[in-house]
Nanobody, 122 residues
């Protein structure tokens, strides 16, 4: 099996920065896309950013220019640098990965981490 574990969440003042990390472990042949989502209570989970195995990135319009997603393929880890945080971005942030478990199986399985709380407040 595969486990994703997020870290780096916490309390930050408006305009501040946080860096989230998500490490994947377990029976992994290769990881395709990795991404970050966020969800507030009573709201739908929304995409924040994704990064392909080759490094191509996608950002939600609301975070462009403030957030940066990156990955270390050797460590099976994805990062999210968040700058200029706003109170309305107080959410639980979730890591998501498409994982190839075996070299002979081309169909990835999708995994979620348990989430890390980000609170933006003065």
């Amino acid at each position: 099996q595969v486990q994703l574990v997020e870290s780096g969440g916490g309390l930050v003042q408006p305009g501040g920065s946080l860096r989230l990390s998500c490490a994947a472990s377990g029976s992994i042949f290769r990881i395709n896309a990795m991404g970050w989502y966020r969800q507030a209570p009573g709201k739908q989970r929304e995409l924040v950013a994704t990064i392909a195995s080759g490094g191509t990135t996608y950002y939600a319009e609301s975070v462009k220019g403030r957030f940066t997603i990156s990955r270390d393929n050797a460590k099976n880890t994805v990062y999210l640098q968040m700058n200029g945080l706003k109170p309305e971005e107080t959410d639980v942030y979730y890591c998501n990965s498409d994982v190839l478990l075996y070299s002979w199986n081309p169909y990835p399985r999708n995994y979620w981490g348990p989430g890390t709380q980000v609170t933006v407040s003065s």
